[in-house]
């Protein structure tokens, strides 16, 4: 059996995201996306929301588990057996980094492979950070989550403003 680990920070979930899990659930007999549970990244959503967040988006993929993970990524795939990981690229410029990560985890643990997907052209230009800004403003984020998770961002800002405002 073939499992993959999806890695992230997933602060939150993007339909980019949701298009590499759902490619990447087809290749492999189970994926598992892992959150990252890193408290110095002041995240929007506590990893809590955002695996729940997560698991509610793929609940339809019967082969995608979704869980957190602390510390290196290489335990988490090794504590799950797995021997691929995937990430997903939109352009030249994530390019550095993820070469830099593959090369370093591949370093530390020889057995498992760094699995590229390049991102679907229609999500080439999303990332969770520029969605939550445009939310921050009061944007429109229809385009770059489903619609419960833009909601969510939508509860999460209103309530900050709330805090604010007391
Ligand atoms: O969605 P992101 O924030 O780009 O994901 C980055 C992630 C979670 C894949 C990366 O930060 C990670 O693997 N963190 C865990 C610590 C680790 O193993 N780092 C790599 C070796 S230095």
């Known amino acids: 059996m073939k499992t993959a680990i999806y890695p992230g920070s997933f602060d939150p979930v993007t339909l980019g995201h949701y298009d590499i899990i759902e490619r990447s659930s087809k290749i492999f007999d189970k994926l598992i996306v ?8 002041s995240p929007l959503f506590s990893v809590e929301e955002r695996v729940n967040m ?15 993970f602390a510390g290196l990524l290489i335990d988490f795939v090794r504590s799950n057996d797995a021997n691929v990981i995937v990430r997903g690229l939109r352009a030249i410029t994530d390019f550095e980094y993820e ?3 593959a090369q370093m985890n591949r370093v530390i643990a ?17 990332s969770s950070s520029m969605a939550k800004e ?12 489903s ?7 939508r509860e999460k800002y209103a309530a900050q403003a709330g805090q604010r405002s007391e």
Do not use: R
């Open 99 to 101: 070469l830099q990560l």
């Open 54 to 68: 997560l698991k509610d988006v793929t609940s339809h993929f019967p082969n995608v588990e979704v869980q957190s």
């Open 147 to 153: 619609p419960e998770i833009a909601e969510k961002v």
């Open 110 to 126: 020889p057995e498992i492979d760094t699995l590229f997907l390049t991102t679907n052209l229609k999500y080439a230009y999303l």
């Open 134 to 145: 445009v939310a921050m403003y009061g944007g429109d984020i229809s385009s770059f989550l």
């Open 34 to 41: 892992g959150v990252l549970n890193n408290s110095a990244k």
